[in-house]
């Protein structure tokens, strides 16, 4: 008889963690699933846990493969899955009692073919955070919406995540993980979503995820030429693959023009595929030519005084504009049309110094508050400021002779000359 549900559960090093999971599983209110186990050439005693749970229940199966990695376990227990929806779930992780039976009977009333649910975070202390609470409310999407809840990366109702989530077998059996890649949960979800009519979720705790310092993410800061690597190639085809939908993905830009400046450092060691991305979607955005003097601003705001035909009249100085938070797409758009304006978006407090270490003038042309207090910072570091009488943040730290009004741009231009000048005398 064909199940409803069909649990895949890749299995690779998990023997302190595995029986906990299991349990979780074998404990559900609702009984119509099947558990396919993927042994992923786990060399530890995990797949002897995997075969105790088979000899006990008839529901529980576990097939073997030589180690491939999560991407190919999943795709392999997919391969076999006969339930009309899917499940997965990390070996280490686990799920509450109801979470088959309340994700279940959204689908079935909703007639939906993706039903998330949220999670909460513990650790091997058994310390619980993340937590919903309140009413528990169900809410619909389109394929948008719930890409940009994708986008957005908010937990603990995570759109991104491949688990604690109902997916039609069909839709995931035609849109699988990439192989032997990090993040492949995010090269994937949103094409669900783009193949999905009907999604529900809903704001109750329905997954427990487990925080130990083995996660991907944890390990990303040990392993950067991997990390920029795998993004790089994730986001260049979710950029493209979502623009052909007709989905403006913003916030996924934002992510990949960051990833692209930062990962130049690595790209000696990317593979051959990563290395023609970068080659092609860096001169995008950026420009390989060697400029002879960088400005800088940092700001929370789109709209900067003049920056385009400052750019223009100074076509020798690199305009650095860099954000805590997203760039505005009319400065994504200035990036791409002048070679001489880079864009930052995202940026952390690293760069931000790089940028300002590096920079010969700071030029103080946003509009609405300072940020970060950098007008003063730009100066401590004997870095000369230069604004417009409308965007003057600190009138009073800024010469006098460096403050022009807007239709001042020409002696605004001669006076940065000047000035660039001098920190190269310098």
């Not at 604690?164 to 039609?168: A, E, H, S």
């Not at 990439?178 to 949960?185: A, H, K, L, M, Q």
């Not at 042309?365 to 300072?370: A, L, P, Q, V």
């Given at each position: 008889m064909t199940p409803q549900i069909s649990i895949i559960i890749p299995i690779y090093k998990v023997e302190k963690y595995l029986i906990e999971c299991l349990e979780s599983v074998r404990k559900q209110t609702f009984k119509d699933f099947e558990v396919i186990m993927v042994n992923d050439g786990s060399p530890d005693a995990s797949p002897v846990i995997a075969d105790n749970y088979c000899?006990?229940?008839e529901r529980f199966k576990l097939f073997h493969q030589e180690n491939q990695g999560l991407s190919a376990a999943r795709n392999f227990g997919t391969s076999h899955a006969k339930g009309d929806y899917i499940f997965f779930l990390d070996s280490d992780d686990k799920i509450v009692e109801n979470t088959l039976e309340i994700l279940h009977r959204i689908a079935q009333d909703k007639q939906a073919d993706i039903?998330?649910?949220?999670?909460?975070?513990?650790?091997?202390?058994g310390?619980?955070?993340?937590?919903t609470s309140g009413m528990p409310t169900i809410r619909s999407y389109d394929s948008h919406a719930a890409i940009r809840k994708d986008e957005d990366g908010v937990i603990p109702l995570s759109f991104t995540t491949a688990w604690?989530?109902?997916?039609?077998a069909d839709i995931v059996s035609q849109n699988l993980f990439?192989?032997?890649?990090?993040?492949?949960?995010s090269a994937t979800t949103y094409r669900w979503y783009m193949a999905a009519s009907e999604i529900y979720a809903i704001d109750l705790n329905l997954y427990a995820y487990r925080q130990h310092d083995s996660s991907i993410m944890s390990k990303s800061g040990r392993n950067l030429v991997k990390h920029f690597n795998d993004n790089i190639k994730n986001l260049s085809k979710k950029v493209s693959k979502l623009q052909n939908f007709g989905y403006d993905p913003h916030a996924t830009l934002n992510a990949y023009i960051d990833k692209l400046y930062r990962g130049q450092t690595y790209y000696e060691d990317f593979d051959d595929q990563a290395k023609a991305v970068w080659d092609t979607d860096y001169a995008r955005y950026f420009s390989?030519?060697?400029f002879s003097h960088h400005a800088f601003v940092l700001t929370h705001s789109a709209e900067i005084e003049q920056v385009e035909d400052l750019a223009r009249a100074l076509p020798d100085l690199c305009i650095h504009i860099a954000a805590y938070t997203f760039v505005a797409p009319n400065?994504?758009?200035l990036a791409e049309k002048m070679e001489n304006v880079f864009i930052h978006p995202l940026a952390h407090n690293d760069l931000i110094e790089d940028l300002l270490s590096q920079a010969d003038i700071y030029l103080?042309?946003?509009?609405?508050?300072?940020?970060?207090?950098?007008?003063?910072r730009a100066l401590q570091k004997g870095c000369p400021v230069v604004a417009f009488e409308s965007t003057v943040h600190r009138s009073d730290l800024i010469d006098k002779e460096n403050i022009f009004a807007v239709d001042e741009l020409d002696q605004m231009t001669e006076q940065i000359n000047e000035l660039v000048s001098d920190t190269s005398d310098d």
């Open positions: 000899q006990r229940d039903v998330i649910g949220a999670c909460k975070y513990f650790n091997d202390a310390d619980y955070w993340m937590m604690c989530k109902l997916v039609k990439p192989i032997g890649v990090w993040y492949e949960d390989l030519k060697d400065l994504i758009e103080d042309i946003n509009y609405y508050d300072e940020v970060d207090d950098i007008v003063s």
